[in-house]
T-cell receptor
Framework: AQKITQTQPGMFVQEKEAVTLDCTYDTSDPSYGLFWYKQPSSGEMIFLIYQGSYDQQNATEGRYSLNFQKARKSANLVISASQLGDSAMYFCAMRPYTGGFKTIFGAGTRLFVKA | ETGVTQTPRHLVMGMTNKKSLKCEQHLGHNAMYWYKQSAKKPLELMFVYNFKEQTENNSVPSRFSPECPNSSHLFLHLHTLQPEDSALYLC??????????????FGQGTRLTVV
């Protein structure tokens, strides 16, 4: 079965510190893509970062990096130097290669950045 | 102007009403999606259209009826809804490929309340 698990319903981080949001996944597909999205209170889902299952290096996009551990089936998001504007819901998602257009989302983690 | 625009942003409707949600994308994509986001549940894929053809229907009740007149527009027609259908409905678009590395771009959603 294809599944995404985010075990942290809520996280607090001090402004300017780094934070790691956990994500584990389950799939039997040998090829898949992993995504992180941010959803502020406005509702829009904002694409943050992508990691392919065959990528040798961890993906990075500005302050976002993805700690990809394929053997453990984990794809944790690391946000460095947190900002107040980072407060939002964060969703981990997976698209198996054989899934066509079907992207599976986790339940999300709500991040609170404290001043 | 955002890449994916949804209207209305908020909608309150009675169980006997008929209403439609609209989605428009300006990104040149050929795949469009409807997702349902309920409180405390992962994002649920409802429908997928690829080049105006429906390629995915995730066992959605017939009281939800999608329409895709062209690659830029997607509608969700609603009739005789139930209170449990109250949720945030998100539209998304992506390049028309079934590969696993294609991120989706989301609209801000329509917050639907069924009374």
């Amino acid at each position: 079965a294809q599944k995404i698990t985010q075990t942290q319903p809520g996280m607090f981080v001090q402004e300017k510190e780094a934070v790691t949001l956990d994500c584990t996944y389950d799939t039997s597909d040998p090829s898949y893509g992993l995504f992180w999205y941010k959803q502020p209170s406005s509702g829009e889902m904002i694409f943050l970062i992508y990691q392919g299952s065959y990528d040798q290096q961890n993906a990075t996009e500005g302050r976002y990096s993805l700690n990809f551990q394929k053997a453990r089936k984990s794809a944790n998001l690391v946000i460095s130097a947190s900002q107040l504007g980072d407060s939002a819901m964060y969703f981990c998602a997976m698209r198996p290669y054989t899934g066509g257009f079907k992207t599976i989302f986790g339940a999300g983690t709500r991040l609170f950045v404290k001043a | 102007e955002t890449g994916v625009t949804q209207t209305p942003r908020h909608l309150v409707m009675g169980m006997t009403n008929k209403k439609s949600l609209k989605c428009e994308q300006h990104l040149g994509h050929n795949a469009m999606y409807w997702y349902k986001q309920s409180a405390k549940k992962p994002l649920e894929l409802m429908f997928v259209y690829n080049f105006k053809e429906q390629t995915e229907n995730n066992s959605v009740p017939s009281r939800f009826s999608p329409e895709c007149p062209n690659s830029s527009h997607l509608f969700l027609h609603l009739h005789t809804l139930q209170p449990e259908d109250s949720a945030l409905y998100l539209c998304a678009s992506s390049q028309a490929t079934g590969s696993s590395n294609t991120e989706a771009f989301f609209g801000q959603g329509t917050r639907l309340t069924v009374v």
